[in-house]
């Protein structure tokens, strides 16, 4: 059974289900007189929707020996969606210094990193390869100072396609909201293009980068009648994910997320990688790294936990039908 985030809206647990299926030494940053590694920690969003992934990401820290305060600081810098900010972010925490950067949020997070440092290792978390952007030398030896995981945002876009069509077999065109902004958009957008067209649907594109854009996303999906919104992964998206729930929940649109945290909060279907499990490992590598291993020598790993969660408490105000076939979906590794 999925279970809301600490802190999260209180649901039942019968309101939910879900399936979850399922890397020289370095100078450590003093604080003062004391010799406490200082990690810097990046994301794009903001940080009350990513509670429970700073949960894990300290608990991978803790499997690694360190606990917050005890012997590590954490320097937390969140851009709150906007992506013009993260350069600056990022050379803020170098100038610090940090012992060890840590990114979330994707591409351009990890190569603001990457542009402000090529010393201080860096952890960070992307979603597509990241040998095929230019982060990394290859996947076994990453080389340099940079390691991480691919959480696969643009290898699950299509799967998210077909578990929508499932829930919502008499959509015969789906919304496609993205931000222009995430680097992965294109390859999202192609990929959930080629899905829509092998079930024999029609998508059509719409773009935000605003609370205000999005808001008109949504009037033109009920001026059009369309009949399903798949929204496309991005971090500023998780920042305002209450405002997708109240929009989804006002036109009454069956909505697929790629993250659990949408369907915690009240939207009705996400899919995606576990950002919890992603965390933790990244909270581990940073350990590790902090004990002396160098970021060149740890895989770049890929996600290999993913997440199908389903809110009946949404599906039922929506009049939508969960089919059991999603209902006893077997995990899937």
């Known amino acids: 059974m999925a279970r809301p985030e600490p802190g999260g809206t209180g649901m039942r647990r019968r309101d939910l289900i879900g399936f979850a299926c399922g890397a020289a030494v370095w100078p450590l940053a003093a604080r003062g007189q004391q010799r406490i590694p200082v990690i810097g920690f990046l994301h794009v969003a903001a940080a009350a929707p990513l509670a429970g992934i700073i949960a894990a990401f300290r608990r991978g820290l803790e499997e690694a020996g360190y606990t917050e305060p005890q012997n590590v600081v954490i320097e937390f810098r969140w851009a709150e969606g906007d992506y013009g900010r993260i350069p600056a972010l990022a050379t803020e925490l170098v100038r610090l210094p940090v012992a060890v950067l840590v990114t979330g949020g994707g591409e351009r997070t990890a190569f603001a990193a990457k542009a402000a440092t090529s010393t201080i290792p860096i952890v960070c978390n992307v979603g597509t390869d990241p040998v095929k952007t230019g982060l990394v030398a290859s996947l076994s030896r990453p080389g340099g100072n940079i390691t991480g995981i691919n959480i696969l945002t643009s290898e699950l876009a299509s799967k998210r396609v077909g578990l929508l069509h499932d829930l919502v077999p008499t959509a015969s065109v789906f919304a496609h909201l993205v931000n222009p902004n995430f680097p992965s958009t294109e390859n999202i957008i192609e990929e959930v293009d080629k899905a829509a067209q092998l079930l ?134």
């Open 200 to 333: 024999g649907l029609k998508t059509v594109v719409l773009k935000a980068v605003s609370k205000a854009e999005i808001d008109t996303a949504f009037a033109a999906i009920q001026e059009k009648r369309i009949g399903a919104l798949l929204v496309g992964a991005d971090s500023f998206f998780l920042s305002v994910r209450d405002q997708f729930v109240a929009l989804t929940a006002r036109a009454a649109i069956p909505t697929v997320f790629e993250q659990r945290e949408f369907a915690t909060a009240g939207g009705l279907m996400s899919y995606g990688t576990s950002l919890t499990d992603a965390y933790r490992q990244m909270g581990n590598y940073t350990g590790r790294i902090l004990k002396g291993e160098k970021p060149a020598d740890l895989p770049f790993v890929q996600s290999a936990k993913f997440e199908l969660v389903i809110n009946l408490k949404t599906a039922k105000s929506q009049d939508v039908i969960v089919p059991h076939g999603l209902l006893n979906a077997p995990p899937t590794r």
